[in-house]
């Protein structure tokens, strides 16, 4: 008898140990608050520019103040013995004899003023300006943040990231991988590639005579509940089966969650935001108000409108 209450009160022990954290949790609450995250885990897309202007700033800033003041270039090292040198700004830029032999340079730069960077010239070093940066034709960059603005003239490439403290622009056929920012607007020419871009304002298409805007039109409202494929409204969302083809000049207020493809017709709006799995269309002047999300391409026409995050 001894032996079958033992065996019982184990077996119930056993049982409830998978419990026991969470009985733990509920009578003392010790895990009400959120993790603590790196900006690093939560890829804030600046976070490689803050790296780079405190480095230059705990590193570099009483030389290059220097160098400001001397108007005469200096040569430095990191602490992990990285090359760099030291620029008053302003100028001709050219690379040392040795680089120009094999047609670039590892060395870090960090200018004083505003810079410009030869075409055809590849700099795999970070590159850090006080003042604008602006880069020739072909120019190839590793890194670079420039307090001012920044411009990338015909096919340049940037490999890891790029941020400017004021405008940057792209013209045409520029690759940019990685992370590229600015913190008042950016502007893409035709033919740009990229990865990952933040703006308070992005523009593309650099089109000689685009096509004028829609004409302005009142929109037909159309209820969520009414939308082809409609399956549920819960949880803030709209869930719809199938592909969803909005006519032109309507306005859907909600957050869509489609199981197909999006095509929004020409002047048409969604004041929310939207997450399509098979692809979204937006013709000319379309707007969606709220973050948009492609599981496959997004393809838009002009004067279109996304308010962001925009993912595909």
């Not at 056993?14 to 026991?20: C, E, I």
């Not at 040795?98 to 730069?109: D, K, N, S, W």
């Not at 941020?163 to 992370?179: F, M, T, V």
Request: a negative charge.
């Amino acid at each position: 008898m001894l032996m079958a209450i033992a065996f019982f009160s184990l077996t119930i022990a056993w049982l409830a140990l998978p419990f026991l954290p969470a009985l733990r949790e509920l009578t003392r609450g010790t895990d009400t608050a959120p993790l603590n995250v790196s900006p690093t885990a939560l890829g804030e897309i600046r976070e490689f520019a803050r790296v780079c202007r405190t480095m230059v700033a705990e590193n570099l800033g009483p030389a290059l103040a220097a160098v400001t003041a001397s108007g005469e270039e200096e040569a430095a090292r990191l602490p992990d013995g990285t090359p760099v040198r030291l620029l008053p700004g302003g100028g001709d830029f050219a690379l040392l004899p040795a680089e120009r032999e094999q047609g670039y340079t590892e060395r870090v730069l960090a200018a004083a003023g505003d810079l410009a960077l030869p075409a055809g010239e590849s700099f795999l070093g970070e590159i850090h300006t006080e003042g604008t940066l602006r880069c020739g034709e072909g120019v190839i960059l590793r890194a670079a943040l420039a307090v001012g603005d920044l411009s990338l003239a015909p096919g340049c490439v940037s490999l890891r990231w790029l941020h400017a403290d004021g405008e940057l622009r792209a013209e045409e056929d520029c690759a940019l991988y990685g992370r590229v920012s600015a913190d008042v607007a950016m502007r893409l020419e035709t033919d740009c590639r990229f990865e990952r871009l933040g703006a308070p304002r992005i523009l593309t298409g650099g089109a000689i005579d685009p096509p004028p805007p829609a004409p302005i039109k009142e929109r037909r409202e159309i209820e969520p509940k009414d939308l082809p494929g409609f399956v549920e409204e819960a949880g803030g969302r709209v869930l719809l089966k199938g592909n969803l083809d909005l006519p032109a000049h309507v306005s859907v207020t909600a957050d869509l969650v489609i199981t197909g493809k999006l095509s929004l017709g020409e002047g048409s709006e969604i004041l929310g935001s939207v997450k399509a799995r098979k692809g979204v269309v937006l013709e000319r002047s379309a707007k969606v108000l709220g973050a948009l999300v492609s599981g496959e391409s997004l393809r838009t026409g002009p004067h279109c409108r996304m308010d962001g995050p925009v993912l595909a």
